[in-house]
Nanobody
Framework: QVQLVESGGGLVQAGGSLRLSCAAS????????MGWFRQAPGKEREFVAT????????YYADSVKGRFTISRDNAKNTVYLQMNSLKPEDTAVYYC?????????????????WGQGTQVTVSS
């Protein structure tokens, strides 16, 4: 079972930027797709972005397209989420997750390992 640890969250003003990181344990990181999800208070956990095992394929939720960028460094067993032009509605706990497949996927049920989450708060 892989362990995922997110970092990089914090408080930022609207229009600002943050970069989230997710470090994974184990030797199989480079074989699997990864994703970022978020959950705001009182809301369901929702898909944000996903990246294939090689990094060659990415997909984003419409709400973050053009503002967020997902990337990965397989040599460092790390996936990133660069968040620019942040809005108050981006406030949530952000989770990284692993899907036991090579291709990227937006479906929450296809992810089998989750991190503990990191809080992102965007003030207006």
């Amino acid at each position: 079972q892989v362990q995922l640890v997110e970092s990089g969250g914090g408080l930022v003003q609207a229009g600002g930027s943050l970069r989230l990181s997710c470090a994974a344990s184990g030797r199989t990181f480079s074989s699997y797709a990864m994703g970022w999800f978020r959950q705001a208070p009182g809301k369901e956990r929702e898909f944000v972005a996903t990246i294939s095992w090689s990094g060659g394929s990415t997909y984003y939720a419409d709400s973050v397209k053009g503002r967020f960028t997902i990337s990965r460094d397989n040599a460092k067993n790390t996936v990133y989420l660069q968040m620019n032009s942040l809005k108050p509605e981006d406030t949530a706990v952000y989770y990284c997750a692993r899907a036991p497949r090579r291709g990227s996927t937006t479906l929450r049920q296809e992810y089998d390992s989750w991190g503990q989450g990191t809080q992102v708060t965007v003030s207006s």
